[in-house]
């Protein structure tokens, strides 16, 4: 079977539009078209848009800026105050359990030291700051040692949910006569363990080891060595053995009864440390 050319029947006007071009093309080469015989030249390829690599955190940003920037005034305001105090709250939350704590002594066992308006205002309580730190806090401080006279604050044996405060009165080794509800006359504090007590002088108004025994130092949480209010002063251990209250030598020479209870260092133990 014979192929047979194709053509093409052109009307009078765009045989002459054709003609007209062939004319005016040097060679009578119609643009687009390749020369008889010639070999074929590529057309040149059309670029498009170049693909980058997928970057999801860049689009997540961006599209996050963009919805930012939709909000109102007063939502960016106060997105920009969450993001200046989102830093804080770990490091307040560190601060308090590791190093400060301010906390509120409720109750009369540890009058008239603490609370001293308890008698007249039951309402009122003192807010003391408490030291967390187990470890050295200065750097000419060697080791820091429980001593009698410390006021502590300690997870009570009696209910492990509940911070108490009282004194250090013995330490281990001491022998100390104990009071009621003490089912013992007298009590050797182990090693390892203390004697706390309130400074009340009635028994009955505090909940300390002669209720529940000597408290192991791994009960205790802090020091307290300072009062914020209503009354603000430094607390010095010091005075307890010098018969001190808040600094001034006292009359009645505070609290003697109860350091004549404690016989020091009855059986030789080490003393605790913090760090």
């Known amino acids: 079977m014979v192929n047979q050319p194709n053509f093409r029947i ?18 009578g080469i119609v643009p687009g078209q390749q020369t008889p015989g010639a070999p074929l030249t590529p057309e040149p390829s059309i670029q498009g848009p170049k693909l980058t690599p997928n970057r999801p955190f860049s689009t997540f940003f961006s599209n996050l800026r963009q919805r930012y920037a939709a909000l109102p005034r007063p939502v960016q305001r106060t997105c920009r105050g969450l993001r200046i105090l989102a830093p804080l709250v770990p490091i307040s939350l560190f601060f308090s359990e590791h190093v400060m704590q301010v906390m509120w002594v409720r109750g009369p066992s540890m009058t008239p030291y603490l609370n001293e308006e308890y008698p007249e205002n039951h309402t009122k309580s003192d807010m003391v700051l408490v030291s967390m730190m187990p470890s050295r806090v200065w750097p000419w401080e060697q ?43 007298s009590q050797i504090v ?7 007590e309130g400074d009340a002088s009635d028994p009955d108004r505090t909940l300390d080891s002669n209720t529940y025994g000597p408290v192991s130092i791994s009960l205790l949480t802090g020091r307290v060595f300072a009062i914020l209010g209503p009354r603000m002063r430094w607390l010095n251990w010091t005075d307890w053995e010098a018969g001190k209250l808040d600094g001034v030598s006292d009359e009645n020479n505070y609290r003697q009864a109860t350091r004549d209870r404690v016989v020091k260092e009855a059986v030789n133990m080490e003393s605790p440390r913090l760090d």
Do not use: Y
């Open 10 to 27: 052109l009307s009078p006007n765009a045989a002459k539009n054709l003609a007209q071009k062939k004319k005016s093309v040097p060679g």
């Open 143 to 185: 080791t820091r040692r429980l001593e009698r006279g410390m006021v502590v604050t300690f997870r009570s044996p009696a209910n492990s949910s509940h911070i108490a405060i009282k004194r250090v009165v013995g330490l281990p080794g001491d022998r100390v006569i104990t009071r009621k509800p003490c089912m013992k006359e």
């Open 190 to 196: 182990p090693f390892n363990h203390v004697w706390l």
